[in-house]
C-alpha cells in the first residue's frame, strides 16, 4: 500500500534548474529517510542526495553545491532542487524511501538537460 510518486522531470538547457517532488502515502512519513538516486544509460544506479528523518543531509560529489535535498513531513513530500544543469545530469531520477528493513521506490522521472 505504500507509494511514492515521482514528479517534476523534463527536458531543459544546460545551466538551467528543475524541482522533482516525490510524494509518499501508506506511511507514517517522517519516521523514514529519503533518497534520490538516478541512473543513465552506461551507468549504474547511484545515490544523489539522501535526508534522514532527523534532517541530515548527504550528496554525490558531482552535485554537490548544485543540487539541495529537502522535506516537507507535513505534506509527505520530498524533494530535490536541481540548478546549474548539466548534459551530465540527464537520467532517470528515483525517490526511496527506507528504514531498517524497509525499502521502497517510486517509478522514476526523466530528466533530460540538453547542450
Known amino acids: 500500500q505504500v507509494q511514492l510518486v515521482e514528479s517534476g522531470g523534463g527536458l531543459v538547457q544546460a545551466g538551467g534548474s528543475l524541482r522533482l517532488s516525490c510524494a509518499a502515502s501508506?506511511?507514517?512519513?517522517?519516521?523514514?529517510?529519503m533518497a534520490w538516486y538516478r541512473q543513465s544509460p552506461g551507468k549504474g544506479r547511484e545515490l544523489v542526495a539522501a535526508?534522514?528523518?532527523?534532517?541530515?543531509?548527504n550528496y554525490a560529489d558531482s552535485v554537490k553545491g548544485r543540487f539541495a535535498i529537502s522535506r516537507d513531513n507535513a505534506k509527505n513530500t520530498v524533494y530535490l532542487h536541481m540548478n546549474s544543469l548539466k548534459p551530465e545530469d540527464t537520467a532517470v531520477y528515483y525517490c526511496?524511501?527506507?528504514?531498517?528493513?524497509?525499502?521502497?521506490w517510486g517509478q522514476g522521472t526523466q530528466v533530460t538537460v540538453s547542450s
Open positions: 535526508i534522514t528523518s532527523g534532517g541530515s543531509t
Open positions: 526511496r524511501l527506507s528504514r531498517l528493513a524497509l525499502d521502497y
Open positions: 501508506g506511511v507514517i512519513f517522517s519516521i523514514y529517510n
